[in-house]
């Protein structure tokens, strides 16, 4: 994700981003944990929006509470430009604040003592920003539906929630639950994430949609989804028991949608023999329609594939493989459980979400058409791949890296795969990583050093040079009188990933090469290739002189 999905107009569109070394004041306080933020822990929210279509405004507060970590009476809340935050008010008292930018900075009376849980309600109003190209360049959507009424509909990764509701805007803190309430008139219903607890009908011809979400939600995973919506459901017999499935689509498209999402049945029963358990059993599994291409708010998968197989209609490995199944329901869904379950504390660690997301595509192929369709799936996309700037973005001042993140990083893991070479304890990873960082924030270093403790073998340098690096690895060869000769180029300082290859007409086998030339004896063999698995380049060279 940009958004979940901007690699793809970027590739479509010819368009690129480019890391940037030149970073804001406002970059900072978006991007970092500021003395602001850092004395209080979020555990709570109840988020109140009331959209109002004729104007395309939102008025509403948001009730944060908080767990009083050390001392601080200044606290940062973050809302975008064109809102503005109307009034706080603390235990019955309205505070003063100051706006720098996006960012609000509250002036708290109270003295915040270590271990106490407070809280603060913040009022806003004003007209969003309107999404210019959702998901990619996201906010609000306020879009007719033909029939008089008017679909609204968020979309915010990167861009960030504080785009149309007041928060505490940055991925290391979450709170452990929350309640969303959205008030719209009595002929639309919202969507937004977690369980409906209830529907208030209030005296001015609108009535309020309380969700209520159980387990901790990443800001830019909550969403609201209003339209006149037809539904139904369905019961999932899963690892942890009945998890309940719900379906909201526009009425026009309840046919289709009907065969179309018999996909998410399916998509749970492979991911969870990949990556366990289904996340947020206690809030359900939503998916929505919607007038965008898609995205992965947590439990409220958002969907807008047209109805159509692959990518909009389109295979983008090119391999067929990608045809056979709907890309958003499987795509937006695997990113439950990584993205909604583990998430990235800064986003230049975006390669956790979009990386491992990439490869459940290719393990869904596996799981349904096998392990070869699998690698041909993934192997296909390697033609999207730019190699442009580092997987890696800079941390602290909200920037993400290269979008190769998506099918550079399913090619790394794919590749990792092969090195761990023993396919159920590679299984045993990545469930092993959701049970471990279940429902926690990481630093892409955290998932690094798990996969690699866990691979049986350091692979430190395999993400240094697919991650921080922009080179595809090398291996250089030679046939000549004292045998094969072979070793790594085009590589960051100590790579030693082992490789598998076929010399001549034996049997494929591992060979290790450094950066250094090493020599191995063989028969009259003049012929080397490498496993088509692994992400890397051969090429013959003249024999070297050891």
Not at 452 to 457: K, L, N, Q
Request: glycine share 8%; with cysteine.
């Amino acid at each position: 994700m940009l958004k979940s999905l901007l690699f793809v107009f970027l590739i479509i569109s010819g368009g690129c981003m480019a890391q940037s070394g030149k970073f804001t004041h406002a970059d900072t306080l978006r991007g970092s944990i500021t003395p602001q933020r850092e004395w209080w822990d979020l555990t709570y929210y109840h988020l109140h929006v009331r959209p109002n279509a004729q104007d395309s405004t939102l008025s509403g507060s948001t009730q944060v509470y908080y767990k009083v970590l050390k001392s601080g009476q200044s606290m940062q809340i973050d809302l975008q430009e064109p809102l503005k935050i109307e009034k706080v008010i603390q235990d019955g008292k309205e505070l003063t604040f100051k706006r720098d930018g996006n960012a609000f900075f509250i002036d708290l009376v109270k003295k915040q003592e270590a271990g106490k849980l407070e809280s603060v309600e913040v009022f806003y109003s004003g007209k969003p920003r309107l999404a210019k190209r959702p998901p990619w360049d996201g906010g609000v959507q306020w879009v007719p539906d033909g029939k008089g009424n008017t679909i609204i509909a968020t979309s915010c990764q990167g861009l960030g929630s504080s785009v149309w509701w007041p928060c505490k805007d940055h991925m290391y803190d979450e709170p452990d639950s929350m309640q969303i309430s959205i008030t719209v008139p009595k002929n639309m219903m919202d969507v937004s994430n977690g369980n409906l607890r209830s529907v208030v009908e209030n005296d001015d011809n609108t009535h309020t949609f309380n969700w209520f979400v159980k387990n901790p939600i990443n800001n830019y995973g909550v969403n609201m989804n209003v339209a006149n919506y037809v539904s139904w459901k369905e019961t999932f017999k899963g690892e942890k028991g009945d998890l309940a499935l719900s379906y909201y689509v526009l009425p026009q498209n309840l046919e289709k949608a009907k065969e179309q999402f018999k996909q998410a049945p399916q998509m749970l029963k492979a991911f969870e023999h990949w990556f366990g358990p289904y996340p947020f059993y206690e809030d359900g599994y939503k998916l929505v329609e919607v007038p965008y291409l898609g995205m992965e708010h947590q439990s409220s998968v958002t969907y807008g594939n047209g109805y159509k197989m692959g990518y909009l209609g389109r295979d983008l490995s090119k391999t067929g493989w990608g045809l056979k199944w709907d890309f958003i329901i499987i795509h937006e869904s695997g990113h439950e459980w990584f993205a909604n379950n583990i998430t990235y504390k800064d986003v230049a660690d975006m390669w956790v979400h979009e990386s491992f997301t990439n490869y459940s595509e290719n393990l869904y192929v596996e799981y349904y058409f096998g392990k070869e369709a699998g690698s041909d799936y993934v192997l296909g996309t390697k033609a999207l791949i730019a190699n442009d700037i580092p997987i890696v973005g800079i941390h602290g001042v909200n920037q993400e890296g290269s979008r190769d993140m998506y099918y550079k990083g399913g090619n790394m893991l794919h590749t990792i795969r092969q090195i761990v070479n023993d396919d159920e304890k590679w299984r045993q990873i990545l469930r092993g990583l959701n049970k471990t960082f279940y429902h926690k924030t990481v630093d892409g270093s955290e998932i690094e050093n798990y996969v690699s403790e866990h691979a049986g073998r350091n692979i430190s340098k395999v993400f240094d040079q697919y991650l921080r690096d922009v080179r595809i690895p090398v291996l250089e060869y030679s046939f000549g009188n004292k045998g094969l000769q072979y070793r790594w180029n085009n590589v960051v300082a100590g790579f030693d990933m082992p490789v598998k290859v076929r010399i001549g007409s034996g049997k494929e086998d591992f060979i290790y090469p450094t950066t250094e030339w090493q020599t191995m004896k063989v028969k009259n063999e003049k012929t080397l290739v490498i496993n088509r698995n692994f992400y890397v380049e051969s090429k013959e060279t003249k024999q070297a002189s050891l």
